[in-house]
Structure formats: C-alpha cells, structure tokens
C-alpha cells in the first residue's frame, strides 16, 4: 500500500490473537458480562459507549473473520452471529456497530486485489474498526449515488455528502462507497483522520440511541488509488455477501429478544412488576402469563436455531462459490431474519404488557428494549421478507444481486 496509509494512523497494542470459534465467543461472552451493566440507562440518556467499543478493539473480535491465509481465524458465519448475538443481547448499540465492519471486510475477501487483502485485513486484526459512507438506499442503484471518484495523477479525490453506519463515531477506517470514473460502484477506504473528512453525530436519526451513527461531509479528500476495491464484481452475480449482512442484522435482532426476555422473567420473578390476575395474586402463577411466556421462549429457540442453519448455509456459499449456493443462503437469511425480527418485537410486547416496565414505576430506561427493537428492524422491513421467499418458492425468482440479497 502507499505511503498515505502507513502514516495515517496511529499503531495500537496487538490485540490477542483468538486460536478457536469456542475461544471467540469466551471472548464476547466475557465482554457482554462488563458491557451490560447500566446499559438501559446509557441508551436511555444516548451516553456512547467508547469505552465499551475499546474493549470489542483489544479483545481480537474484530479480527476473527479474517481467514487463516491472512493471519485470521476465520470463524464459521454461525459462530460469527452467535457472537454479534452475545454482544447485542447485553447491549445492542454495541451489538450493532460491528455489523458494518463485518460486511466491509466480506466485501474486500470478495474483490479485493492480494496486495488490498493483506494490508486491511492487517488493521482489523489490529483492533481497528471499518465503518461505511452511503448515498443511497441500494448499493447498486448507480444513478442515486452522488459520490463520484475523480481522478488526481495517480489517485482521486472525492468531495460529497452522505450518512455513515452505526459506529462511525468510533471508525479508524471510513469506506465510502461511490462511482469510478466509468460509472461503476467501488468502495474507497480512507483513514478516519483524512484531511477534508468530517463525521457528524446524528443521535436523532432513526437508530439506537447510542448506536453512535454519523452523517459525513467528504471535501475534496484524497483517495490512494491502492486504496480502491471494485465493489461491482460483487453485484455481477449472486456472492454471500449480502447474506451476510442480513445475517448479522438477524443476529442484533436475536440478542434484543433474549435480552427483552430474559428482562421480562426477571421482573415477573421478583414481582416488581406486572399486577397479575386478581384471583391468582402473583404474576408469575398466572396461566395465560405462563402459557405467554412459554410461548415466546419456543419463538426465541426457533429463531436461534433458523439463524445458525441460515450462518451455515454462507459457509457453504462461501467455500461453493456458486449462484445457486449464495441464492440458497440468502433464502435462509431472508427467513431467520423474518423470523428474529418477529421475536424481538414479540418479546418487547410481552415485556411491556406482562411485566409493564414503565420508568414512573422506578427503573428508568427498560423502555429501551422497545425502542432499540422497533428502530433497529424498522430499517429492514420483514415484509419484503415474506415477498422474497414466497416469490421464490412459487415462482422460482429471486432478487438482482444487492447489498440485501
């Protein structure tokens, strides 16, 4: 890579490097159990969680999808929502960040050059997190995208206005996706500290609270040209790529509804809240109460279980490399998707109305798991679920190749 990149940013200690799958989740689940104290409350008074996010930096999570070619562990694409799942049931703004940096590192496995691999894939398994830049709602509706390359001697130089992921905030990295010169969607990775770049916290977009999601100004910064991957060879045909994406979407959405769940038992449990039936006193003896939470509980493992086959199924596209296998993914995606989604909001209707966590009764901030809930699968409505898998099970379609399929 050029001398731009080596002197961007500043060399932080080498996080450990994690040998096993088994061993990485150790790892998050030892993160969720200091992460998750007073979460409600940060989220409730939008405090972000840098600390929280240094800590996912120095563990060696952000590194694990990395393959072993590269120095990674290459964890299978379960383990990998099994962990964003841990993460994001003890917070799911910290959950959620990582998403973005996941699918930027897939995207560069997918098209990026040798030379491109070696280098990024070094800084993740520095603890350095990749956040993306968008103009648009689909990555390959060209004609919405604002953002144009232009060409500066051996590099470009771009200048716009977009919005950023959640944890842009936090980003060592900035991938922003735009048009080369023949109109084509690449992705430019730029250090966050790039002269001309500026992140605005946008706490009042539609998102976590403290998800810590950025709009971007971009003034004429300049761009290596080693630092350009061709993000269209993913769109040329079916690749995983946005199955994974979807994937790790499903998983923020399975550690709301555990976390939500779990928040519902305990208040049941201790009788702080929720007034019960009159005839049997406490909550927790009710039958219908009983029969609800049983009820909730058997989604919850269903969706768990649909999200590790669905993790499975990328494997296999991964290693396949076929458009019937990618297709197949995606179709498994689409329905645990679906179906975490549905869970989620399940189990925040049953924490509301079994256990009635309203902050007047003393314990500020439960509204979160609500909140968190609805904006975070409000971004990727589940009808268009139902739409896709019907379509194809019917009428043997599925969608273009996109960041969502």
């Known amino acids: 890579m050029s001398n731009v990149f080596h002197l961007a940013a500043k060399i932080r200690a080498v996080p450990p490097y994690l040998a096993t799958e088994d061993e990485a989740i150790e790892v998050a689940k030892a993160i969720a159990e200091r992460i998750a104290t007073r979460s409600n409350h940060r989220g409730h008074d939008r405090i972000l969680p840098y600390d929280k996010m240094a800590l996912v930096a120095q563990s060696g999570l952000l590194g694990v999808t990395v393959s072993s070619e590269y120095g990674g562990t290459d964890i299978s694409n379960a383990s990998l929502a099994e962990l964003i799942a841990i993460l994001s049931e003890a917070d799911s703004s910290v959950g959620q960040i990582?998403?973005?940096?996941?699918?930027?590192?897939e995207a560069l496995r997918l098209a990026g050059s040798d030379a491109q691999k070696q280098y990024f894939f070094a800084r993740a398994l520095a603890g350095e997190?990749?956040?993306?830049?968008?103009?648009?709602a689909e990555p390959t509706a060209s004609e919405d995208i604002a953002i144009r390359l232009i060409p500066d001697g051996v590099g470009y130089r771009i200048s716009g206005r977009g919005y950023c992921s959640p944890g842009a905030l936090f980003a060592d990295w900035m991938a922003i996706f735009c048009l080369d010169p023949q109109n084509r969607i690449v992705m430019a990775i730029v250090p966050r500290q790039t002269e001309g770049l500026a992140i605005v916290?946008?706490?009042?977009?539609?998102?976590?609270r403290a998800a810590a999601r950025g709009g971007v100004v971009i003034d004429n910064i300049y761009v290596s040209q080693d630092a350009v991957i061709d993000h269209y060879r993913n769109f040329e045909r079916h690749v995983p790529l946005g199955a994974l994406?979807?994937?790790?979407?499903?998983?923020?959405?399975?550690?709301?509804?555990?976390s939500s769940f779990a928040e519902m038992i305990r208040l049941l449990r201790t009788g702080e809240r929720g007034s019960g039936r009159p005839e049997t006193g406490a909550t927790s003896g009710d039958q219908l109460t009983i029969a609800r939470t049983g009820s909730i509980a058997i989604k919850i493992e269903a969706a768990c279980a649909l999200l590790e086959r669905a993790g499975r199924k990328v494997d296999v596209a991964q290693i396949d490399q076929s458009q019937e296998t990618a297709i197949e993914a995606s179709i498994a995606v689409a329905a645990a998707k679906a179906l975490t989604a549905d869970a989620a909001l399940e189990a925040n209707r049953s924490l509301d109305e079994l256990a009635d966590p309203s902050p007047s009764k003393g314990e500020p901030g439960l509204d979160c798991h609500w909140s968190d809930a609805r904006m975070h699968t409000l971004h990727d409505p589940v009808r268009w679920k139902h739409y896709a898998i019907g379509d194809f099970h019917l009428n043997g379609k599925v969608p273009r190749p996109n960041g969502q399929f």
Request: glycine share 8%; proline share 5%; charged share 15%.
């Open 98 to 105: 990582p998403q973005s940096h996941f699918y930027i590192l």
């Open 201 to 208: 916290d946008e706490g009042h977009v539609l998102s976590p």
């Open 129 to 136: 997190y990749f956040a993306d830049v968008l103009t648009e």
């Open 245 to 258: 994406g979807q994937l790790l979407l499903a998983a923020v959405d399975l550690g709301i509804a555990r």
